[in-house]
Antibody, heavy 117, light 105 residues
Framework: QVQLVQSGTEVKKPGASVKVSCKASGYTFIAYDIIWVRQATGQGLEWMGWMSPSSGSAGYAQKFQGRVNLTRNTSINTAYMELSSLRSGDTAMYYC??????????WGQGTLVTVSS | YELTQPPSVSVSPGQTASIICSGDKLGDKYVCWYQQKPGQSPVLVIYEDNKRPSGIPERFSGSNSGNTATLTISGAQAMDEADYYCQAWDISNVIFGGGTKLTVL
């Protein structure tokens, strides 16, 4: 079955960067795009961007352009989300998800990123 | 592109709950619905407007036409109390509705 396992909780200081990993199993990694979504406590889901594991190409929500970088390592079936210039408003749960178009999203367990001085 | 949901919906146990999701010409797109319980990742409950993944109870159904998609829970149970999000694609962008908190009481 499809499984996405994300890296653990992160605590960062303002201005730092964070890199979250998302290891895929149970399917052909390069066959499906990976998207990243974040959710602040008590808030809704916010799409950050997508990445094609087969080509490495990526697209980003306008809000995160220039601050987020989505990459992958196909040899270990892992996708990465790096967010830079962190501020307190970036404190949130970050999710990766396998995108299957109109067939929907399969989600990782989430990674909590806390930004605090 | 934006999807709009009501912030909250209440339903009595055993009754039918309807959660709407509105967007311009939304009926021209495919809509998915996700259920999210506190402390958990979202779970797909409807895809392609009206199809249920395996393991999702038959009481969950969906429709999409015009500018509105609807998630219907027939015979709502206490376990259905959760946040629900609609989702569509706009070109290569993922769009989420703001979410609806379903209270079963």
């Amino acid at each position: 079955q499809v499984q996405l396992v994300q890296s653990g909780t992160e605590v960062k200081k303002p201005g730092a960067s964070v890199k979250v990993s998302c290891k895929a199993s149970g399917y052909t990694f390069i066959a499906y795009d990976i998207i990243w979504v974040r959710q602040a406590t008590g808030q809704g889901l916010e799409w950050m961007g997508w990445m094609s594991p087969s080509s490495g190409s990526a697209g980003y929500a306008q809000k995160f352009q220039g601050r987020v970088n989505l990459t992958r390592n196909t040899s270990i079936n892992t996708a990465y989300m790096e967010l830079s210039s962190l501020r307190s408003g970036d404190t949130a749960m970050y999710y990766c998800a396998r995108a299957d178009g109109r067939l929907g999203l399969s989600w990782g367990q989430g990674t909590l990123v806390t930004v605090s001085s | 592109y934006e999807l709009t949901q009501p912030p909250s919906v209440s339903v009595s146990p055993g009754q039918t709950a309807s959660i709407i999701c509105s967007g311009d010409k939304l009926g021209d797109k495919y809509v998915c619905w996700y259920q999210q319980k506190p402390g958990q990742s979202p779970v797909l409950v409807i895809y392609e407007d009206n199809k249920r993944p395996s393991g999702i109870p038959e009481r969950f159904s969906g429709s999409n036409s015009g500018n509105t998609a609807t998630l219907t829970i027939s015979g709502a149970q206490a376990m259905d109390e959760a946040d629900y999000y609609c989702q569509a694609w706009d070109i290569s962008n993922v769009i989420f509705g703001g979410g609806t908190k379903l209270t079963v009481l």
